[in-house]
């Protein structure tokens, strides 16, 4: 079977892991939601009662963490642990959500998540990986590489409407972890020179995934 790897990159709120999960299982390929495992991490540092910002303490509960290969890759069932325990619901929660911008954003955990990445997408043969550097840093030769985006207003609506919260809330939420995660010095949210642009702002989640599905083809993937 020839091996590929489709690359999803995106600002919060684009549609990344619907639609990425989605393309997954259309393909019968293996899955990847990079900012589950950053999530995960983040609900570590905050489960320690660790700063957010100091920098060493963070670094270090990432190092110790059980992450990475024990990240469930089967888009129908995938999943994400810490050290044995599953924590889909725990880091979708507020709390690691404010916090994961910063966590992310330590240099030392992003280049540990990284090295983990890069040997889930080595042992999986055929993968949809989705987060916010994987064209540029985590699979820079990734055999298709796709910028999600959609309008501010359309991703703020999106996401209040996913969480039932209040929309002036959520834009305010998203607008910050926009800027910290295209200001970061480690690992910014850039889109690659070579990423096809996907504005999803009018496009349903089947629409979209159709598109992907012709441009993975068109990418002889």
Do not use: C, F
């Not at 600002?11 to 990847?32: D, I, N």
């Not at 059980?66 to 999943?79: C, K």
């Not at 994400?80 to 954003?105: K, Q």
């Not at 990986?129 to 207003?153: F, H, M, N, Q, W």
């Amino acid at each position: 079977m020839k091996r590929w790897v489709v690359a999803v990159d995106g600002p919060s709120g684009s549609g990344k892991s619907t639609v990425s999960r989605r393309l997954a299982a259309a393909l019968h390929a293996r899955y990847l939601d990079t900012g589950a495992m950053y999530r995960a991490v983040t609900w570590a540092v905050l489960h320690a009662g660790v700063d957010t910002h100091d920098t060493e303490a963070v670094a270090k509960i990432a190092g110790e963490a059980a992450l990475g290969l024990d990240n469930g890759t089967d888009p129908d069932n995938a999943y994400t642990r810490l050290d044995g325990i599953t924590l889909d619901a725990e880091i979708r929660g507020p709390a690691v959500t404010a916090a994961v911008s910063a966590v992310s954003a330590v240099p030392a955990v992003r280049a540990l998540m990284v090295a983990r990445q890069r040997q889930i997408i080595a042992a999986a043969g055929r993968i949809v990986v989705e987060g916010r550097d994987i064209g540029t840093v985590v699979a820079p030769d990734a055999d298709l590489k796709v910028y999600l985006t959609a309008s501010a207003d359309t991703r703020a609506a999106r996401r209040s409407l996913e969480q039932s919260a209040d929309l002036a809330a959520t834009a305010a939420d998203l607008a910050r972890r926009d800027a910290l995660d295209s200001g970061r010095t480690a690992d910014p949210l850039v889109q690659a020179p070579d990423a096809v642009i996907l504005d999803s702002t009018e496009l349903g989640v089947d629409e979209v995934v159709g598109r992907l599905v012709d441009l993975v083809g068109r990418a002889g993937a």
